[in-house]
C-alpha cells in the first residue's frame, strides 16, 4: 500500500489520477482506486470539469 506522501503525489499527476488502480493482494488479484485511498483529498475541485 503507498504511503501518504506517494497517494499525494500520485492525486496530484492529473484529473483521472484518481482511477489508478492499486493492487492490494496479489493471489486474488484484488485492487483499490487511489481515489478510495484519498476520499477528502484537498484539490479534488481544482481538476473539475
Do not use: F, H, N
Not at 506517494?6 to 492499486?22: N, T
Not at 488479484?29 to 481544482?46: N, Y
Request: some cysteine; overall charge negative.
Amino acid at each position: 500500500m503507498p504511503c501518504g506522501a506517494c497517494r499525494e503525489l500520485m492525486m496530484q499527476l492529473g484529473g483521472s489520477s484518481g482511477e489508478i488502480e492499486i493492487l492490494t493482494d496479489l493471489s486474488s488479484g484484488a485492487s483499490v482506486r487511489l481515489r478510495e485511498l484519498c476520499p477528502d483529498w484537498w484539490t479534488e475541485k481544482r481538476y473539475d470539469g
